[in-house]
């Protein structure tokens, strides 16, 4: 999460809105953020169901380890990786997205 806090101001660039997604609570989630300095959204999904409705977990499991989603403006999943984020990869998508949503 700290690797996206610092990225921010580059995900801003492309108008992109960074959200964390966790199965801890709501009051873990609050002291989690101020004790790392976050300043981006942390949804709690302590059920799992968001992963279900994004499709974005395998086989309707909950999944336990961490996970990076992009979804577009349309909310169409267009990038989905397991394990710690790759930013360069991220911004490198970013980039490539934002060019072809600028096509006509």
């Known amino acids: 999460m700290e690797g996206h806090q610092r990225n921010l ?9 960074v ?3 966790s199965r801890d609570d709501v009051t873990t989630l609050q ?6 300095g ?9 059920s799992g169901w968001l992963g279900i409705i994004f499709d974005v977990q395998p ?8 996970r990076t989603a992009i979804i577009d403006r349309k909310g169409v999943i267009r990038y989905v990786r397991d394990g710690s984020p790759d930013y360069k990869d ?3 998508f970013l980039k490539k997205l934002e ?4 096509r006509p």
């Open 9 to 17: 101001y580059l995900y801003e660039r492309f108008n992109t809105q």
């Open 19 to 21: 959200v964390g997604v």
């Open 31 to 36: 002291y989690w953020a101020k004790d790392l």
């Open 38 to 46: 976050l300043t981006f959204p942390l949804l709690s999904n302590v």
């Open 59 to 66: 086989g309707n499991q909950p999944v336990f380890n961490r």
């Open 90 to 92: 991220i911004l490198s």
């Open 99 to 102: 060019s072809e949503q600028e």
